[in-house]
């Protein structure tokens, strides 16, 4: 049965915030802060996630963490993930960061400044209530070439969600049927997946993807 969230995601944004005081107070909140931080040319956004958000960013993973282990692919995962980029003043905070290319880079890492760190090859955020800040233009700045955004319209049905793959064509996001780290996936596959793990159990949800992944080869 699907859990219905206890409260929606707190948001709050500060304006005339300078990177200067991005960066302190990411500092001062160490690396065990239980906020989430975008950043935008000297716009702050601060969100609280909650029990569901988390829920939902782990079923994305464990379909991904799946798939590339039936595909035969060595990927690196980072949860969550805090990309800034100084020269840029942009920074955001997503569920998740992936990497098949440059993981030797990234191990053991949570913040990643992109000025000399590589760009994960695909991001996942969870959405449960909108943001004030242009997430999409953010993560276009700077420069991730997929994202996947999962999408939570009512908390209590499962139904109303979706899952929406970008692809990254020039300075801005395309959307995209198809994942182009996992080519033989559609964005359709994930959304079934979570709705059989509300549905059945993740058990018997990943026994079904299993199943779904080898009978396409």
Known sequence: ?????????SRVTLP???WQQFEKLLVEMGQNREVRMTYHRGQLELMTPQ????RYHRLVESAI??????????IEAIAPILLKHSDLQLGAEADAG????Y??????????DLTHDPVPDLLVEVTMTASSLNKLSIYAG?????????????????????????????????????????????????LTFIQHSDS?????????????????Q
């Open 1 to 9: 049965m699907t859990k219905k969230a206890d409260a929606m995601e």
């Open 16 to 18: 005339d915030v300078s």
């Open 51 to 54: 029990d569901e958000h988390v």
């Open 65 to 74: 963490l799946l798939l590339a282990d039936e595909a035969g692919l060595e």
């Open 98 to 101: 992936y990497y098949l290319h």
């Open 103 to 112: 993981r030797h880079r990234v191990n053991g890492k949570t913040e990643l």
């Open 142 to 190: 700077l420069g991730v070439p997929e994202l996947w955004r999962y999408i939570v319209q009512d908390a209590s049905d499962p139904q109303s969600s979706e899952l929406l793959m970008y692809q990254l064509q020039g300075d801005r996001y395309c959307q995209s049927t198809y994942s182009t780290l996992f080519p033989f996936l559609p964005a359709t596959t994930v």
């Open 200 to 216: 059945f159990g993740l058990v018997r949800a990943i026994e079904i993807l299993r199943q779904w992944f080898r009978e396409q």
